[in-house]
């Protein structure tokens, strides 16, 4: 079911949308990812683990 007239941002690791949830009320501005998953991803550099130079 998808909800209208809900605000809505495009998540910064995976590029998919994702709509306000009211856990976010306080900190929406803050809101980057869309999940706990994609927030861990989106810390990672490129290269990161198990990379040689």
Same mark, same amino acid.
């Given at each position: 079911?998808? &909800?209208?007239?809900?605000?809505?941002?495009?998540?910064?690791?995976?590029?998919?949308?994702?709509?306000?949830? $009211?856990?976010?009320?306080?900190?929406?501005?803050?809101?980057?990812?869309? &999940?706990? $998953?994609? $927030?861990?991803?989106?810390?990672? $550099?490129?290269?990161?683990?198990?990379?040689?130079?």
């Amino acid at each position: 079911m998808k &909800s209208k007239g809900l605000p809505q941002k495009v998540c910064a690791a995976c590029g998919r949308p994702f709509a306000w949830r $009211r856990k976010w009320a306080r900190d929406w501005e803050a809101v980057r990812y869309c &999940s706990d $998953r994609c $927030r861990r991803q989106g810390r990672m $550099r490129p290269g990161g683990h198990g990379a040689t130079a």
